[in-house]
């Protein structure tokens, strides 16, 4: 039995090394490190790859979500909507501009926002809707860009999980008014490092942005707002440069991946698999994530055959200690706190091979057919 990691950075890593050497060497005979010519043309490169006017790389993902709240000036007194069911970024960048995260319950089928929810939520501080491709899959942005426009608000695609996604053929990153990217290696655009990017079409947020992550200054100290310092630099921008060129045969093959897994246990009995790709929503599939009512029997016996799962998130958002001065006590989201005791991310990635994938297949069918 081989052992299957959760994703094969290592794999992934060697691939690239000559190009990543290569372009090493361009950034260190440049001379520049920061906020030059690699930047600019992933940046470029990027924005054309999503199908938007402007990128505007950033040090993480959670800054690109951030900066765009605060371009906005939504702060003190404000609400942001934020999926119940999130990685904490998403709600810490509406907490870090000083507004309140207001959490709403997704559609269990498919993990992300559900519209009538949505609506349900807004009152008369609501400023912005944050919709998460949870897991790669786009949330359904016909319904929520019109709930956005019909209550003036602002729509910000967390897009971290979701580089190459599409929704009605547009991708991720042109669906809202504007995007946040992270570039954190295990993503499907990953960098050797930190990185992210917010991506539009709007020339005045791109300007703002811009501003803000390199402390509010349009040339050496001068700084007309009270600005941050996160810039992508140039050695992580010349390794994704490389890396998104490979991005669509990546997804593809993370695809193949998930088309096995959603072939070989269709019929296994106590499983809930994800939506497959349909018309409107092409996923990433940054993650393939499974339900089990015993989820943590069938990760220790998966692992016991040699295949490691991770949980996303066990924990939502609302029930961390962080956020206890919310007060939102255990059954106040039902929905996400359920999702997090059932749901099981089973190995994806762009080296793993088809061998692989019928191979955990095979090990998840071994665990519930026993166990049914
Ligand atoms: C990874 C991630 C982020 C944060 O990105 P960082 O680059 O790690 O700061 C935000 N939102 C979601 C949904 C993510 O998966």
Not at 47 to 59: E, P, Q, S
Not at 123 to 129: D, H, L, M, V, W
């Amino acid at each position: 039995m081989r052992e299957l990691p959760f994703l094969d950075l290592r794999a992934l890593n060697q691939r690239h090394a000559a190009a990543y050497a290569a372009a090493l060497e361009r950034v260190l005979t440049s001379g520049r490190v920061l906020l030059g010519e690699e930047t600019e043309a992933f940046e470029r490169e990027f924005a054309r790859y999503c199908g938007v006017r402007h990128c505007v790389g950033v040090g993480n993902g959670l800054d690109a979500l951030h900066l765009v709240l605060r371009a906005w000036e939504i702060g003190a007194g404000d609400e942001v909507i934020v999926p119940s069911n999130t990685f904490i970024a998403t709600w810490l960048a509406v907490s870090h501009a000083g507004a309140r995260p207001v959490p709403v319950e997704p559609d269990p089928r498919t993990h992300n926002l559900d519209p009538a929810r949505v609506e349900a939520a807004i009152g008369p501080r609501t400023r912005a809707i944050v919709a998460v491709h949870l897991y790669g899959r786009p949330a359904p942005m016909d319904a929520l860009a019109d709930i956005a426009r019909r209550h003036g608000l602002k729509l910000l695609e967390d897009a971290a999980q979701a580089h190459g996604a599409r929704w009605h053929g547009t991708r991720c990153g042109a669906l809202g008014d504007a995007a946040a990217f992270s570039f954190y290696p295990g993503k499907n655009l990953g960098a050797l490092g930190d990185g992210g990017a917010v991506t539009t079409d709007d020339p005045v947020l791109a300007a703002r942005v811009s501003l803000l992550r390199n402390y509010g200054s349009p040339v050496k100290y001068r700084h007309e707002v009270q600005g941050f310092n996160s810039r992508l630099d140039e050695l992580q921008a010349a390794f994704l440069r490389e890396r998104l060129r490979a991005l669509d045969a990546d997804n593809a093959w993370r695809t193949s991946v998930a088309r096995i897994y959603l072939q070989a246990l269709r019929d296994v009995p106590g499983l809930v698999l994800p939506p497959a790709d349909d018309t409107q929503a092409r996923s990433s599939w940054h993650l393939f994530v499974v339900r089990a009512s015993d989820r943590d029997g069938l990760a220790r016996a998966l692992e016991a055959r040699g295949v490691a799962t991770l949980v996303h998130y066990p924990t939502p958002p609302h029930r961390q200690v962080a956020y206890a001065a919310l007060g939102l006590a255990a059954g106040a989201l039902p929905l996400a706190e359920r999702l997090a005791t059932e749901v099981l991310s089973l190995p994806i990635g762009p080296t793993m091979t088809d061998d692989d994938a019928a191979q955990v297949a095979a090990a998840v069918h071994d665990v519930l057919a026993t166990t049914a």
